[in-house]
C-alpha cells in the first residue's frame, strides 16, 4: 500500500473524506481479514479516531442490530466488504442504519455490484461507496 503525503484528515471528517483518502491508495486483492487491517492503519495513518467491531442497538428497542467493522467518532459507519449479494449487503446496511446511532454509512467493497444496485440512502442514512481494485 502507498499514498501520496496528504495532511491527517480535519477533525470532522465525512464518509466521502475517508473515501477520497482510500483512492490514494493501492490495494493488492486481499482476503477481509486483511481489508480490516489495512483500512485501520489508512485510519490510524490519516488520525481518524474509531472503533473496531463496535456493537449497534436499534435506538426504538434496544435490540442489537450487528456489529459493523468500524464506528468513527464522529458516527461514520464503515462495513467491509469482498463478497455478498447486494440484497444481503443492503439487508445488512439497512440494520445498521436502524441503529439511530450512524451519522453516515460508508461500504468499502471489491465488489463492484454492490455500489451499483446499493440505494445511496439506508432508512435516513447516506451510504457512500469505496470500490477497491477491479472487483465485479
Do not use: C
Not at 2 to 14: G, I, Y
Not at 99 to 123: K, N, W
Amino acid at each position: 500500500m502507498t499514498a501520496v503525503d496528504l495532511p491527517v484528515l480535519p477533525p470532522r471528517v465525512s464518509a466521502d473524506d475517508i473515501r477520497s483518502a482510500l483512492a490514494l491508495y493501492r490495494f493488492a486483492i486481499l482476503d477481509e481479514h486483511r481489508l480490516h487491517r489495512t483500512l485501520e492503519g489508512i485510519l490510524d495513518d490519516r488520525g481518524v479516531r474509531y472503533q473496531r467491531e463496535h456493537s449497534l442497538r436499534d435506538a426504538r428497542n434496544g435490540k442489537a442490530v450487528g456489529r459493523i467493522d468500524f464506528l468513527t467518532e464522529d458516527g461514520i459507519g464503515i462495513e467491509v466488504k469482498v463478497k455478498g449479494t447486494p440484497v444481503d449487503v443492503a439487508r445488512q446496511l439497512r440494520r445498521y442504519a436502524s441503529s439511530g446511532v450512524l451519522r453516515e454509512l460508508l461500504l468499502v467493497t471489491t465488489v463492484r455490484r454492490h455500489a451499483q444496485d446499493i440505494p445511496t440512502m439506508v432508512g435516513n442514512v447516506p451510504v457512500t461507496f469505496a470500490v477497491l481494485g477491479g472487483g465485479f
